[in-house]
């Protein structure tokens, strides 16, 4: 597979939870600034899978990983999937208001066409949670 020099390419999209009244916003960076992240896909998926009380298990051919003492959910993409190699991470917190969000983290190791188009979905999926929040809270 051929790995373009722009990439791997990382994505952060912040979901705030309660009041969920803000756009989502979408940042670019290096992966030092992505806790949690590994050297590469593969090499994350394996640190992830090691940890200590994670559980794993397969949905639609999607390797998802949950660690429920750090409130994160992570989703490995299958071999067969467009934007493969690529992962997501969720992770929720709350803030010292009281608020809670979910921020996504995305590394995508495909192509710039595949790796958008991946995020693209998951910032639909972000938004169609965004509006079951908000119609909870009416």
């Not at 790995?3 to 670019?28: C, K, Q």
């Not at 090499?43 to 999607?62: C, I, P, R, S």
């Not at 992570?74 to 690529?86: L, T």
């Not at 709350?94 to 998951?122: I, P």
Request: aromatic share 10%.
């Amino acid at each position: 597979m051929r790995i373009s020099p722009v990439l791997p390419t990382f994505f952060a999209i912040s979901l705030m939870a309660h009041g969920a009244e803000h756009s989502p916003a979408l940042h670019y960076g290096p992966l030092e600034s992505f806790d949690g992240w590994a050297g590469s896909v593969a090499e994350t998926l394996a640190a992830v899978k090691a940890k200590e009380g994670v559980n794993v298990e397969l949905q639609d051919g999607w390797t998802i990983i949950t660690e429920r003492e750090e409130l994160t959910l992570w989703s490995f993409a299958p071999s067969d999937h467009f934007a493969f190699p690529a992962a997501s991470r969720n992770y929720t917190y709350q803030a010292q208001d009281g608020a809670w969000y979910s921020v996504r983290t995305t590394r995508c190791e495909a192509s710039k066409t595949a790796c958008d188009k991946l995020v693209q979905q998951f910032q639909a999926m972000d938004e169609r949670m965004r509006n079951v929040i908000r119609n909870d809270e009416r």
